[in-house]
Antibody
Framework: EVQLVETGGGLIQPGGSLRLSCAASGFTVSTNYMTWVRQAPGKGLEWVAVVYSGGNTEYAASVRGRFTISRDNSKDTVYLQMNSLRDEDTAVYHC???????????????WGQGTLVTVSS | DIQMTQSPSSLSASVGDRVTVTCRASQTIRNYLNWYQQKPGKAPNLLIYAASNLQSGVPSRFSGSGSGTDFTLTISSLQPEDFATYYC?????????FGQGTKVEIK
């Protein structure tokens, strides 16, 4: 059974750093595109970052240069290192796997329950 | 970035109603369009992928159509468990982008 479990959220002051983890089971993260998507309170969905099966990464313009996505193949875990956090980064952060192992076309078929990051002084 | 615009932003409907949600892309996305359902406090759930393909386990009352820039999600007979927010999402180019959501409420 495929499962994604995010941890690492919490309350952090503006300018601070936080690392989120997404532990996967039931499939291998290294052979899939793994993504972080966030949702601010009461708002819609926003794609944040992807790590491709080949290891390349891409980021939304709003987080580029501040966030880093990575993975540990031995632990089937994906990370999101978030630096220089801003109030507008407050959101529930979900990790998700693509339906097709090496394509975005089929969307994301499995999502974690999310972890809440609150940036506030 | 490709902009995705859904309409309406919200709608009220009764159990048994036929419900249609539309999604328009700011440029052609061929059939790279997916639909999700999200309930409060839960992760999104993939309903339709590649515009018209029903995700495994999703009831057949859900269907999708369209290509190019205009797409439709239809619920043929609304059930109590379908009251939720629905999002379209384009997967044609990076960054993947979502519509703003359509909240389906009980009339």
């Amino acid at each position: 059974e495929v499962q994604l479990v995010e941890t690492g959220g919490g309350l952090i002051q503006p300018g601070g750093s936080l690392r989120l983890s997404c532990a996967a089971s039931g499939f291998t993260v290294s052979t899939n595109y793994m993504t972080w998507v966030r949702q601010a309170p009461g708002k819609g969905l926003e794609w944040v970052a992807v790590v491709y099966s080949g290891g390349n990464t891409e980021y939304a313009a709003s987080v580029r240069g501040r966030f880093t996505i990575s993975r540990d193949n031995s632990k089937d875990t994906v990370y999101l290192q978030m630096n220089s956090l801003r109030d507008e980064d407050t959101a529930v952060y979900h990790c998700a796997k693509t339906r097709d192992p090496r394509s975005f076309k089929g969307g994301w078929d499995y999502w974690g329950q999310g972890t809440l990051v609150t940036v506030s002084s | 970035d490709i902009q995705m615009t859904q309409s309406p932003s919200s709608l009220s409907a009764s159990v048994g109603d036929r419900v249609t949600v539309t999604c328009r892309a700011s440029q052609t996305i061929r059939n790279y369009l997916n639909w999700y359902q999200q309930k409060p406090g839960k992760a999104p759930n993939l309903l339709i992928y590649a515009a018209s393909n029903l995700q495994s386990g999703v009831p057949s009352r859900f269907s999708g159509s369209g290509s190019g820039t205009d797409f439709t999600l239809t619920i043929s007979s609304l059930q109590p468990e379908d009251f939720a927010t629905y999002y379209c999402q384009q997967s044609y180019s990076t960054p993947p982008t979502f519509g703003q959501g359509t909240k389906v409420e009980i009339k």
